[in-house]
């Protein structure tokens, strides 16, 4: 038995938690270095993937990001036709995009946040924006931590938020409503072995309206009702993730999906709970 435990650099805590988990437990680990990732093909379709430390041979993989490395996508796909995973590559992929996570969602029929997807066009947004009726929030379909997130309560501050968010580059607009009843606070559920794990919720701080807790929100543990709890899991198993991150808002609709994470940081969780949520995540890793 090897568990696959993926370093980014772009996600720390998880990875070394897991693995600092996986040691007190005496599960064997393969830290896999992301940015020195290859994958070697041969004339005759044989496939090695290596990192600095050399060839990669491993039985499961635990949850993963796969952003801002696109070798990793390829290692990955590779890696978990011979190894045991929750979350299947393209899972993941669906996740980290938040337009293709809207759609797989609505295919479920999962309640959710509603969203409008369209092109990069100030023009198009501010019709959008219109017809949803302010304040609406803007966002890029990827992106982390409350990054590439923007509110505008009017159209000036909705064509200063294009402006920023069009600066990183082509791609496309999410545009959605601005869940004003419950503004500041989200509900985050991880979920692992396709069942709830925990649940907090979270409060921004100050002048921020995000509740990221990268961004100084509080959190809290909350209990979740039991149509909460099925909506998180629900989500998971829409996406296909085995492990995940649901945030939800709770609406004058009730608790909708605002967006699904397949590699949460519940590092920040685990002082909320006497339970240990690292040995839940390491074990169902393992091969059922």
Not at 184 to 211: P, Q
Not at 218 to 227: E, F, G, H, I, S
Not at 244 to 255: F, K, R
Request: aromatic fraction near 6%.
């Amino acid at each position: 038995m090897m568990l696959g435990v993926v370093r980014n650099p772009y996600a720390t805590n998880v990875p070394a938690r897991l693995a600092e988990g996986a040691a007190e437990l005496d599960i064997p680990v393969r830290v896999i270095d992301l940015p020195t990732l290859t994958v070697d093909i041969s004339f005759n379709g044989a496939t090695v993937v290596r990192d600095a430390a050399g060839a990669i041979d491993i039985t499961s993989l635990a949850p993963y990001m796969l952003f801002g490395y696109p070798v990793t996508v390829h290692a990955l796909r590779i890696l978990s036709r011979r190894a045991y995973t929750q979350n299947p590559v393209d899972s993941v992929l669906t996740a980290d995009d938040k337009a293709a996570t809207a759609v797989q969602l609505s295919h479920a029929a999962v309640p959710q946040v509603p969203s409008t997807i369209c092109s990069l066009d100030l023009e198009r947004a501010l019709s959008v924006a219109e017809e949803i009726q302010y304040p609406v929030v803007i966002k890029r379909p990827h992106g982390a931590q409350g990054r590439w997130v923007r509110r505008a309560g009017h159209a000036a501050s909705l064509a200063q938020a294009f402006r920023e968010l069009h600066a990183e580059g082509p791609g496309a607009l999410i545009v959605q409503p601005e869940v004003t009843e419950f503004r500041g606070c989200s509900t985050r559920a991880v979920v692992t072995g396709g069942r709830l794990l925990a649940a907090t919720l979270r409060t921004a701080t100050g002048n921020e309206w995000r509740s990221n807790i990268g961004r100084g929100a509080t959190q809290r543990p909350v209990d979740l009702t039991p149509r909460e709890s099925t909506l998180a899991e629900n989500a998971a198993r829409a996406l296909g993730l085995g492990h995940a991150g649901i945030d939800i808002l709770q609406t004058a609709y009730g608790p909708l999906v605002l967006e699904v994470n397949s590699c949460p940081d519940f590092t920040s969780m685990l002082p909320y709970f006497d339970d240990d949520l690292t040995q839940a995540v390491l074990l169902a890793c393992l091969p059922p």
